[in-house]
C-alpha cells in the first residue's frame, strides 16, 4: 500500500495515538497531563523505563543529564565553527554524526544532550555571538534557554520550554520514527537511529510547518485583518499553515497543551497581543476551513502554537525544526531500544510494478 496508512508495523509500549478521537496517549499519561506536569527529565524517565537498566532515578536524573551537556559540548566546541556554516537543522545533523553510536545509556545520554547542545549553539552562531557552555547545575529547558539567548529565563519560560519539549517528545510510529526503528532493526547504533530519524525530519511534509506559521501570522499583522487575509490566501489556492493533521481527524490534541502553555507563559510576561493575534487567526481559519472544505477534518495542529511558542521564548524560526529534534530525540532513542530488544530486522516488500523481460530476438 502506498505510504503503508493503516499497516501495523511494530507493537509498542511507547505511545497510542488515537486520531478518530484526537488522544494522544504517552506510557499511559494523556499529552495534556505530560505537558502540564513534566519536565524534560521527567519526560526522559518516562521514555527511557524499561530499556537501559542503569536508569538513574529522578533526583539523579537532572544532574545526570548536565554531565552529559557539559561533555557533549566538551566534545563539539572545536567542531561549531565549521558547523556555523549549514542551516541550523544541518549543523544538527553534522553534529549528533560526531556523537557516540552505541547502544547503552551513556550514548542516550550523550545523543540527548548534544542535541540541546548543538541547538542552542547554531542560534547563537546565528546571532554573531559565541556559543554558551553548559551549567550543569540546571535544569535541562532552562540550559538550553540561556544557552541559546545568553539570558537568564524566568521561572515562567522554562515551565513552557519542559512543556513543549514533553508535548511533542514522542508521537506514534511517524515517519522520522519509522525511520529511526528501521536503522536500529540493522543493530547500527543509536547515534545512528537518531541520525536516520533527523533526517526523514528534515523534509518539509513532516517536520517544516512551525516556521510559515510565523510569516503567516507576520503577513496578517492584527486580529481585524485575519478574515479577508485567510480568504485571500484560501480563494488562491493557497494552505492555511498550521491546520490539518494526517492523522487527526479531529483537533491534534498537542495543539491544546501548547495553547495552555503560550497563555500560561503570556500571562507571566505580558505580550499579550501576539497571543490574541494567533486566538483570532485560529478561530477564522476554522471558521473558513469548515466552511470551504466541509468534508475534511482540519483542525488546528501542534504546529500552530509552536510557532508562536517558540518565537515567545527567543528561538528564531529557523531553529524550529532543531528545538523539536531535541525533543523527539527521546522518542526516537526509546523506540530504536525497543526495536533492538524485538531482534527483527524491518524488511518489507515491494511489489513489481514494472516492465516484463523482453524475449530474445
Known amino acids: 500500500m502506498s505510504g503503508l496508512d493503516d ?80 542551516p541550523p537543522v544541518e549543523a544538527l545533523r553534522a553534529g549528533l554524526s560526531l556523537m557516540p553510536d552505541g547502544d547503552d545509556l551513556a550514548t542516550a545520554f550523550a545523543l540527548t544532550a548534544a542535541s540541546a547542545v548543538l541547538t542552542a549553539a547554531t542560534v547563537r552562531i546565528e546571532r554573531g555571538a559565541e556559543p554558551l557552555a553548559p551549567d550543569p547545575e540546571r535544569g535541562h529547558a532552562a540550559d538550553m534557554l540561556r544557552m541559546a539567548t545568553g539570558a537568564e529565563p524566568t521561572k515562567a519560560a522554562e515551565r513552557a520550554l519542559d512543556a513543549y519539549l514533553a508535548t511533542v517528545c514522542e508521537h506514534g510510529l511517524n515517519a522520522s520514527t519509522f525511520a529511526a526503528r528501521i536503522a536500529a532493526s540493522t543493530r547500527a547504533g543509536l547515534g545512528s537511529a537518531v541520525v536516520a530519524g533527523l533526517s526523514a525530519l528534515k523534509g518539509p511534509l513532516h517536520g517544516g510547518a512551525p516556521g510559515p506559521v510565523l510569516d503567516m501570522l507576520a503577513e496578517i499583522g492584527e486580529p481585524a485583518r485575519a478574515v479577508p487575509w485567510l480568504e485571500a490566501a484560501l480563494a488562491r489556492g493557497e494552505r492555511l499553515m498550521g491546520f490539518g493533521h494526517r492523522i487527526y481527524k479531529v483537533r491534534d490534541p498537542r495543539a491544546d497543551a501548547l495553547k495552555a502553555a503560550v497563555k500560561a507563559l503570556m500571562k507571566a510576561g ?88 523482453r524475449q530474445a530476438a
Open 7 to 86: 499497516v501495523v508495523a511494530a507493537e509498542t509500549v511507547l505511545s497510542d495515538v488515537d486520531g478518530e478521537n484526537g488522544r494522544l496517549i504517552v506510557r499511559g499519561i494523556a499529552v495534556e497531563g505530560l505537558a502540564r506536569h513534566s519536565s524534560f527529565e521527567g519526560a526522559a524517565l518516562l521514555l527511557f523505563e524499561g530499556f537501559f537498566a542503569d536508569l538513574p532515578d529522578a533526583r539523579a536524573m537532572s544532574a545526570t543529564l548536565g554531565r552529559a551537556r557539559a561533555e557533549a559540548f566538551a566534545r563539539l566546541a572545536c567542531r561549531l565553527p565549521v558547523l556555523s556554516g549549514l
Open 270 to 357: 505580558g505580550a499579550q497581543s501576539r497571543l490574541k493575534l494567533a486566538e483570532a487567526v485560529e478561530k477564522a481559519a476554522l471558521d473558513l476551513l469548515h466552511r470551504a472544505k466541509p468534508g475534511r477534518s482540519l483542525e488546528t495542529n501542534v504546529e500552530f502554537y509552536t510557532a508562536v511558542l517558540l518565537d515567545a521564548l527567543g528561538f528564531p524560526a529557523d531553529s524550529f525544526t532543531s528545538v523539536f529534534a531535541s525533543a523527539r530525540v527521546l522518542g526516537w532513542i526509546a523506540h530504536a531500544r525497543e526495536q533492538e530488544v524485538s531482534g527483527r530486522l524491518i524488511r518489507p516488500r515491494s511489489r513489481y510494478v514494472g516492465p516484463e523481460p
